[in-house]
């Protein structure tokens, strides 16, 4: 299966938030929005991504002082990215080899999507699911 497949499915938006935010802000934001990362995106386009594992990171460095610094003073900047023309496969030694759960999905420079391990896990499920009925279905009615 491919990325483009997995996008069609769960939809293409992509939750975003400003370098500038405070870490208060981003944390009212991946709660509320119930996601664990978000691109960071300025006038420019995206510059980085932020994930709630960045948050605790630096809860633990700096105590809770750190709400009030921005987003931009926690977020990766080197990006590991996708396109939809890769599969799932390769996604997933993605995430595996760079330790990531998110990985944004870019199309010809163009953010179009991001594909989350909680994604990966279901589109496994699902195609484990079919596989099954498919044997099934073939053992039962020869
Ligand atoms: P995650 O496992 O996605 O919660 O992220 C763990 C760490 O990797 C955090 O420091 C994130 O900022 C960073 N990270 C998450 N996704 C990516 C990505 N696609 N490319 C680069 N770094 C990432």
């Given at each position: 299966?491919?990325?483009?497949?997995?996008?069609?499915?769960?939809?293409?938006?992509?939750?975003?938030?400003?370098?500038?935010?405070?870490?208060?802000?981003?944390?009212?934001?991946?709660?509320?929005?119930?996601?664990?990362?978000?691109v960071v995106?300025?006038?420019?386009?995206p510059v980085g991504i932020?994930?709630?594992?960045?948050?605790?990171?630096?809860?633990?460095?700096?105590?809770?002082?750190?709400?009030?610094?921005?987003?931009?003073?926690?977020?990766t900047t080197q990006v590991v990215t996708?396109?939809?023309?890769?599969?799932?496969?390769?996604?997933?030694?993605?995430?595996?080899?760079?330790?990531v759960?998110?990985v944004p999905?870019v199309?010809?420079?163009?953010?179009?999507?991001?594909?989350?391990?909680?994604?990966?896990?279901?589109?496994?499920?699902?195609?484990?699911?079919?596989?099954?009925?498919?044997?099934?279905?073939?053992?039962?009615?020869?």
């Amino acid at each position: 299966m491919k990325i483009a497949d997995v996008l069609r499915n769960k939809g293409a938006g992509v939750l975003t938030v400003s370098p500038d935010m405070t870490i208060a802000e981003l944390v009212a934001g991946l709660v509320t929005r119930n996601v664990g990362a978000m691109v960071v995106v300025d006038a420019t386009g995206p510059v980085g991504i932020v994930s709630e594992r960045d948050v605790l990171r630096s809860l633990h460095s700096h105590g809770v002082d750190v709400l009030d610094r921005r987003v931009a003073d926690i977020m990766t900047t080197q990006v590991v990215t996708c396109t939809p023309a890769d599969s799932v496969d390769v996604l997933s030694g993605l995430m595996t080899t760079n330790r990531v759960r998110h990985v944004p999905v870019v199309d010809g420079g163009a953010l179009t999507g991001i594909v989350s391990i909680g994604d990966v896990v279901k589109t496994r499920m699902e195609e484990l699911e079919a596989q099954q009925e498919h044997l099934e279905a073939y053992i039962t009615q020869g």
